[in-house]
């Protein structure tokens, strides 16, 4: 019984596996096929249907960085699976197809075949070099093993349409390529500021010069405008969805399933002694302002009314707290992935986000950088940072509820600062050290 067991799941792994050889043409096709249509997608969205140019003027570097290596990406998957396409279909004969109708399998129509493959070549010719394209006729390739009576008029045209494979780049074209110039190449006999004075001079006396800051001027307000735009969307939805949430869907439904009669008053015992410090303080306060005003002095019974009516006061006014902090969990849940779902669909705008920042940063003066890397420092990983953390983890705490532990808090303390002092000093000593050394000296000389 075991082996017979065994022999079935040996025979529909093969027989799936056999299935899956038999559907390499059209998966690797439809491959190729939704690549090509990602990027018809960014053409189309971004660049007005025209080509994804690398020098387009239409957005930042950083912006151009992320479609080049969006475009590289889905070309390469598209010409990999044309490539497993024809070489699969090359192994394919006359049995295979009939054990794949056998099978059950049904392959595409060759109109169909030959519309996606049109349109995949449509695609990828408009970033084929010069040097890939070849002046030689498509040939039509034949099967082995297949007469040719036996190819159909639409196999034949699809063969007629289907573009070789790009040629092969020989080894003496890479030989003979130019290196990268190094900066000891790029060394003149001018000065390089004299060369840089007399190219800004060229470039105030050309006549164009005025269009071309009038296009520089509009390509920076419009990346100003859609990253401040972007950093208020990533303050505003959150926020809004916080609040939404906790009115129309977190809070009503808190509210069903907590009656007042079975509802807890305090969630923690941190709220029980801050309710009876509350109501001790107010017997107290009683008895002091009977003193002062030398009246008589209250009977017991109006002592305990007054307690009582206090005590119910302090009571609705915790229970509405602790309903509020159960409020406040699901509601940043609900906050969180409002975030995460709008950096997910905004990745264009968090890199003209991030060119914003750089050149703010980089552009600002040795003095500002130090100052403003001394301020944040100071702040978050000084000798009084720790006094902040501990006022923000309490809050945090008493946000959700969640009473103050202080041995956490003190290991939070222990810790995280010593983490981002790390994180500032690599960054210091990585990039700002190797872009703007003279603000490093800066900074140390105001830090001693």
């Given amino acids: 019984m075991k082996n017979s ?8 792994f093969l027989l799936a596996a056999y299935r899956w050889y038999l559907q390499t043409p059209e998966r690797s096709l439809d491959e190729a096929y939704d690549a090509a249509l990602k990027i018809q997608e960014i053409e189309d969205k971004h660049f007005n249907g025209n080509k994804i140019d690398i020098d387009s003027a239409m957005y930042s570097n950083s912006v151009m960085d992320y479609f080049e290596s969006d475009l590289n990406k889905l070309l390469k998957i598209a010409r990999m699976r044309l490539t497993e396409f024809r070489g699969s279909r090359w192994f394919l004969n006359e049995d295979n197809q009939k054990a794949a109708q056998k099978a059950g399998i049904e392959y595409l129509s060759p109109s169909l075949v030959l519309e996606k493959l049109n349109f995949i070549d449509q695609v990828i010719s408009k970033y084929t070099t010069s040097s890939d ?17 036996s190819v159909t008029s639409d196999e034949k045209s699809l063969l007629v349409n289907t573009p070789p494979l790009p040629p092969k780049i020989p080894n003496q074209d890479l030989k003979n390529k130019p290196k990268a110039k190094s900066k000891t190449d790029t060394m003149g006999v001018l000065p390089r500021s004299i060369l840089s004075t007399i190219s800004r001079l060229q470039v105030e006396l050309d006549p164009n010069s005025e269009e071309e800051v009038i296009q520089s001027f509009r390509q920076t307000q419009k990346r100003t405008i859609i990253s401040i735009r972007f950093i208020l969307l990533l303050i505003i939805i959150p926020l809004l969805t916080h609040q939404i949430a906790k009115a129309f869907v977190v809070g009503p439904i808190i509210d069903r399933f907590r009656t007042t009669e079975e509802m807890q008053i305090f969630i923690n015992s941190e709220m029980e002694e801050e309710a009876l410090v509350e109501l001790q303080r107010f017997e107290e306060k009683l008895k002091f302002e009977n003193l002062i005003i030398k009246a008589p002095p209250l009977l017991p019974e109006q002592i305990e ?23 406040n969990v699901f509601a940043d849940m609900f906050s969180v992935v409002a975030f995460i779902w709008l950096m997910l669909v905004s990745k264009s705008s968090i890199a003209v986000v991030k060119d914003f920042f750089d050149n703010i940063v980089y552009g600002l003066s040795d003095s500002a950088k130090a100052f403003i890397i001394i301020l944040f420092t100071d702040i978050f990983v000084g000798f009084h940072s720790p006094h902040g953390w501990e006022v923000l983890l309490e809050g945090v705490s008493r946000h959700w509820g969640l009473p103050a532990n202080r041995d956490f808090i003190f290991l939070f303390i222990a810790t995280f600062p010593v983490i ?13 050290n190797r872009i703007s050394p003279s603000a490093v000296a800066t900074y140390r000389n105001m830090n001693e």
């Avoid at 067991?5 to 529909?12: L, T």
């Avoid at 070849?134 to 007469?147: E, F, G, M, Q, R």
């Avoid at 009314?305 to 229970?319: G, L, Q, V």
């Fill in 5 to 12: 067991v065994f022999s079935q799941k040996i025979y529909s």
């Fill in 133 to 149: 394209k070849t002046p030689s006729k498509a040939l039509v390739v034949k099967p082995p093993n297949l007469p040719v009576n």
């Fill in 305 to 327: 009314t007054e307690m009582k009516n206090k005590a119910k006061e302090i009571a609705e006014e915790f229970r509405h707290e602790s309903s509020g902090a159960i409020k």
């Fill in 420 to 432: 981002l002092d790390t994180i500032f000093k690599y960054w210091i000593f990585r990039y700002l």
